[in-house]
């Protein structure tokens, strides 16, 4: 099992603030993804990072994939109440292993 | 966009009967298809790998005699929850890549919306 670690596990924040979400392995992954989830509902894909160091921007979220490829980070600017729900990293090649999670409320 | 589709949504059974949920993959091939289980704000357990043709492939700590999966078609896989009991009610999540690229990539998963089954 390749274990991606995420913290914080549980982020609250007010509208406007900025955060980081970190995702980290002792594995190297030939690609990572970035899932956004709301509850009751699958995961949505936000963005796939496949070249080590690649950074990826999607509106406000700034995604960043490790030098060494163990390692990712997701950058929320002027966060929006919008944007709450579960964070999850994710890779894998024959099996898809999830992060551990990062649940963010943002506080209108 | 290639969709995945879960039914039933949501489930209610008592403690003892089976449940079986299906997954289908509406507009493209999947020959591969992953069973997922989740806990309120916690993340996605791979539970087991299904692919078409072929026995699934259990995660360590899962009981295959529990979880049954069924993988016929190269558009649907079942996963059936025999004698369910209440610690077996959870989220649970179905995901399928495309390996062909009839949908364009063959690299992405796509999830289905998830069967919340609970067990009484």
């Known amino acids: 099992t390749q274990l991606l670690e995420q913290s914080p596990q549980f982020l609250s924040i007010q509208e406007g603030e900025n955060l980081t979400v970190y995702c980290n392995s002792s594995?190297?992954?030939?690609?990572l993804q970035w899932y956004r989830q709301e509850p009751g509902e699958g995961p949505v894909l936000l963005v796939t990072v496949v070249t080590g160091g690649e950074v990826k921007k999607l509106k406000r979220l700034t995604f960043q994939f490790g030098d060494a490829r163990k390692d990712s980070s997701l950058h929320i600017t002027a966060a929006q109440p919008g944007d709450t729900g579960l964070y999850l990293c994710a890779g894998g090649s024959n099996q898809f292993y999830f992060g551990t999670g990062t649940s963010l409320t943002v506080i209108p | 966009g290639a969709v995945v589709s879960q039914h039933p949504s949501r489930v209610i059974c008592k403690s003892g009967t089976s449940v079986k949920i299906e997954c289908r993959s509406l507009?493209?091939?999947?020959?591969?298809m992953f069973w997922y289980r989740q806990f309120p704000k916690k993340s996605l357990m791979l539970m087991a790998t299904s692919n078409e043709g072929s026995k699934a492939t259990y995660e360590q700590g899962v009981e295959k005699d529990k979880f049954l999966i069924n993988h016929a078609s190269l558009t649907l896989s079942t996963l059936t929850v025999t004698s369910a009991h209440p610690e077996d009610s959870s989220f649970y999540i179905c995901s399928a890549t495309d390996v062909a690229g009839t949908s364009g990539s063959t690299d992405t998963q796509y999830f289905g919306p998830g069967t919340r089954l609970t067990v009484l």
């Open positions: 594995s190297v992954f030939s690609s």
């Open positions: 507009d493209f091939q999947a020959t591969t």
